[in-house]
């Protein structure tokens, strides 16, 4: 499966110039690749005024997502604002080429930025299962919290979108490699660039490892796309070789 990240800078609380910027990028991918990823709020920046900015799941984000997946016949994934029911949610959506729809509600909300007071928590997770992977999407603050990403369902690829700071990217680029480790599976982050409109520094470093911890792409800091390929043969190999998920803890999570 070919994989590309999109590390980018966003236009704050404006859709429609990142919707504009994203197409582009993507558009400009020249290579056949089988799977977008966008970071967190790519359409609007992490923002805690989702009032002036929410969509529906039938808004123009989500119709420009699915029809952008079908003329690149590629799946595209990353999280927006979405307003469901009365409630706001840290939406990430996984669009398939077809069109189709699978959501995570991010279930861990960024309480230092006060995320949990505006937007209503997911509860459950979601493994989507595309081109023979099996893939966990997660955002962000949930890569904090190793019990929830746990590979209980013997997932080959987890995936968090992000906008991950500065300050504390050395936290993002240990726990990245720590979740492949641990659940012997590729991983992929995602991060923004640039500062947003509450002064914060993001420097990026979207990569991906492999299920032994190795970089398949290193911590990025520029504007750019990147992409490589993930061999399901080489990880089914690695875990016939070495059983040590059939090791794990069986557990529940509440809520």
């Known amino acids: 499966m070919k994989v590309a990240l999109i590390q980018s800078p966003l236009f704050w609380e404006t ?3 990142n919707r504009n910027y994203f197409e582009e990028k993507i558009n400009s991918i020249s290579e056949k690749v089988d799977l977008i990823v966008l ?3 790519f359409s609007t920046g992490f923002t805690m005024n989702p009032k002036e900015v929410f969509e529906t799941m039938e808004g123009e984000t989500v119709l420009w997502l699915q029809s952008l997946a079908k003329a690149k016949n590629s799946a595209i994934t990353g999280s927006l604002i979405i307003k469901e029911d009365g409630n706001f949610y840290n939406r990430l959506v996984f669009v398939f ?7 995570y509600d991010k279930r861990h909300l960024f309480t230092l930025a006060g995320e949990d007071k505006i937007y209503t928590s997911g509860r459950k997770k979601l493994i989507v299962e595309y081109k023979g992977f099996k893939i966990c999407l997660l955002i962000c603050y949930d890569l904090r919290f190793p019990v929830f990403s746990r590979n209980k369902e013997d997932y080959d690829v987890l995936i968090y979108v992000a906008n991950w700071p500065k300050p504390r990217i050395n936290a993002w680029d240990s726990l990245l490699k720590a979740r492949a480790i641990e659940n012997m599976c590729y991983t992929i982050g995602v991060n923004r660039i640039g500062i947003d409109a509450t002064n914060l520094e993001y420097n990026g470093h979207s990569q991906i490892i492999d299920f032994l911890g190795n970089y398949l792409i290193e911590p990025q800091e520029n504007e750019e796309i990147y992409c490589t390929t993930l061999h399901k043969s080489s990880l089914v190999e690695f875990r016939e070789k070495f059983g040590f998920l059939n090791d794990r803890d069986a557990f529940t999570v509440s809520d």
């Open 15 to 17: 859709p429609s110039l």
């Open 39 to 41: 970071p967190e709020m």
């Open 97 to 103: 080429p077809s069109g189709e729809i699978q959501f």
